[in-house]
């Protein structure tokens, strides 16, 4: 089955720097990577995913980026701001007829933005 | 749009007592799934329902664990004679499948603490 390892698990940024989450995946027929983020008492939300047919997705702050060859996904978050402090995770499913579209999620990755 | 709504949010249970969780997903999605999140750890996925059909099941689904979707809306979990490694967060997400891109919304979770 799809494994997704995470890097780094805590990250650590000062306010307006950038921050970078890296993910990589086993299985060549997933095709869609989203990024969810967690805040405490929550459940995930999705913030921004992309597909397999494209390298590079953007949304205001939010960019992720994703590398098929490789099988490496990452998340790019510039202009950190304090509420972006939170748990983000990536995750791999394989999106097509026939599949149950499960997400296989990465360990997640402890954001903290200090002010 | 209410969103995924899930009840209790919290559930405190003795060690061989039954439990059960409901999930109301986005009115009209018609896809559901059970995530299974504990401390420190991404979502892992549990078992999956399109309408009322569950056509997946994770072998991390024991047979103390069943699922119920009986009218293609709401879902229920059922655990039976709980132990202390049942204790985790239980997440339901739902997503709709005429999207293009199924994406998968969650709920809040429902948090077991098996004592």
């Known amino acids: 089955g799809e494994n997704v390892e995470q890097h780094p698990s805590t990250l650590s940024v000062q306010e307006g720097d950038s921050a970078v989450i890296k993910c990589t995946y086993s299985d060549s027929a997933s095709n869609y990577f989203p990024w969810y983020k967690q805040e405490l008492g929550k459940g995930p939300q999705l913030i921004i995913d992309?597909?397999?047919?494209?390298g590079e997705k953007k949304d205001q702050r939010i960019a992720v980026t994703l590398n098929k060859t490789a099988k490496h996904f990452s998340l790019h978050i510039t202009e950190t701001q304090p509420e972006d402090s939170a748990v983000y995770f990536c995750a791999a499913s394989r999106n097509s007829g026939g599949s149950n579209y499960k997400l296989t999620f990465g360990k997640g990755t402890l954001l903290t933005v200090n002010p | 749009d209410t969103g995924v709504s899930q009840d209790p949010r919290h559930k405190i249970t003795k060690r061989g007592q039954n439990v059960t969780f409901r999930c109301d997903p986005i009115s009209e999605h018609n896809r559901l799934y059970w995530y299974r999140q504990t401390l420190g750890q991404g979502p892992e996925f549990l078992t999956y329902?399109?309408?009322?059909?569950?056509?997946?099941k994770s072998r991390l689904l024991s047979d103390r664990f069943s699922a119920e979707r009986p009218k293609g809306s709401f879902s229920t979990l059922e655990i039976q004679r709980t132990e202390q490694g049942d204790s985790a967060m239980y997440l339901c997400?739902?997503?709709?499948?005429?999207?293009?891109?199924?994406?998968?919304?969650f709920g809040a979770g429902t948090r077991l603490s098996v004592l």
């Open positions: 992309i597909r397999s047919n494209v």
């Open positions: 997400a739902s997503s709709l499948s005429r999207a293009t891109k199924n994406i998968q919304y």
């Open positions: 329902f399109q309408n009322e059909a569950q056509l997946e």
